[in-house]
Structure formats: C-alpha cells, structure tokens
C-alpha cells in the first residue's frame, strides 16, 4: 500500500494523468469531425478506452490508499462523478451521457493547483453572487413591468408580456443591437425619449450590477490565493529566529577569528 501511494502521489504521475487528459480531449474533440472518424475513427476509440481504463485504474488505487477520505474530499467525489459518467451504457434512453464523456476534461481542474484554487474562490463567492443576483433580478422585473405599460400595444413582439420584455432587457444589457433593433422602432411609434429609459437600465445592470459581480468573485479569488500562500511568521517568532541566526553568526565569526589568530607567525601576534 505505501508503495502505491508513493505511486498515485508522485509528480510524475500527476503529469501524466494531466497529458492523459489533454489527449482525451484532442480525441474526443477529433470524434465530432466525421471525416477524421472516417479516417481513423477505430483508433480514436481505442485511444479513449485505453485512457478511460487508465482513469478507472485511478480511481480505484486512489480509493485504496485513501480509503474513507476519499469520500470526504469534494475533488475526489467529482473526479470520481466524471469518470463514472463513461461508464454508463450510452443505449437510446442515455445518449445523451455519450456526448458528456467530453465532462473528463474538467478533470484538469483537480490536476491543476492553479485551476483548482480558482474554482474554490468562484465557489466562495457563490453567496455573495447570490445576493447580487437578486438585486439584479428585482431590477429586470421593475424595469419588465415598467417597458411592458408603456409601450407593449407598441410592439408587442418585444414588450407585449413580461416575458417578452425580460428577453428583450437582456438583449439591451448586452447591448446586442439596442439602438437599431429596440430604440429606432420605439422611437418610429413616436415614444421619442425611449432611449433614455433603456440607456437608464443598461447603465444600472451592465455598468453596476455586473461590476458588483466581478468585484465579488475578485475578492474572493483573492482571499483564496492568500490561504494558499505560506502564512507570514508571528512577530515574536520572526525576532527569536532572527535572535538564533545572528548567534549563529557571531559564533562562527569567533571560530574564524580564533583560526586566523592560530595561523599568524608568532611575531606578528606579539606585536599585534
């Protein structure tokens, strides 16, 4: 057993499952080209139950070293889900698991330190996210109910239901032909000044509500690149160390100064 966790925990055998995955996704990406399954289509499936046996293999050795912890350890659980997925039969009723074999590439996310900690500050920021979602969510609903009264007899294929209008919100916040496909019409009906009550939207979602967003899930990446870096030491342990090494250095100075004083000639010590 010690032999095999020193195998799994090696770097190099991370590295490996990392080119392991990059490979599966080449080859899984290769399979939606039909010319190239023409071409080399047997070699492809090859490829993939070669590596997803290696990634069985995996698993497996990682649950026996591991054990229980295994389980307790969310990364481990969504490899485990990932790989899982491929080995369900893709029959009629479950096609659909076939094409989500490609879920094995996001395995690059527990492989990778860098990916992971990103993951784990966009997690982090979930509750916050939260709370800004609703704030923005309350926003298209007043503003839904506000473009549906005045101008859904207008056009009624763009504000004739609050639906209708929540989908043409969106398309304003993402600024996906506002002026030409929403305000110039508006504007044709006679509402002149409609151009300030969508401008007036698109400033408080895209230019705030969206900001708020991204200032969220920055502070929380940073907080959890700050948890992966080693903490600074304790003041009081930083000068006791200081302490230790300067002795260090005074003694070995004393030791260098007691050997140029042995090699001197006796003289040049008398007249020293």
Known sequence: ??????????????????????????SLGLETSPTVMAQIGGLLTTIDHVILTIFVAEIIARIAVKRGAFFRDPWSLFDLFVVSIALVPATDSLSVLRALRILRVLRLVTAVP??????????????????????????????????????????????????ASTYTLFQAMTFDDWSGGIVKPLTEKGFTYSWFVLITFMVITAFMALNLFIGVVV??????????????????????????????????????RGELARLRPPGEAGGG
């Open 219 to 256: 502070t929380a990446l940073d907080a959890e690149t700050d948890e992966g870096q080693p903490k600074l030491t304790h003041p009081a342990g930083a000068e006791a160390e200081l302490r230790a090494r300067l002795d260090t250095i005074v003694a070995e100075l004393s030791l260098v």
């Open 114 to 163: 860098s990916l992971r900690r990103v993951v784990g500050g966009l997690i982090a920021a979930m509750p916050g996210m939260g709370s800004i979602g609703l704030l923005l969510g309350l926003i298209f609903y007043v503003f839904a109910v506000i473009v549906t009264k005045l101008y859904g007899q207008a056009l009624p294929d763009h504000f004739g239901s609050i639906g």
């Open 1 to 26: 057993m010690a032999k095999l966790r020193a195998l799994i925990e090696h770097p190099r055998f991370e590295t490996a499952i990392v080119v392991l995955i990059v490979i599966n996704a080449i």
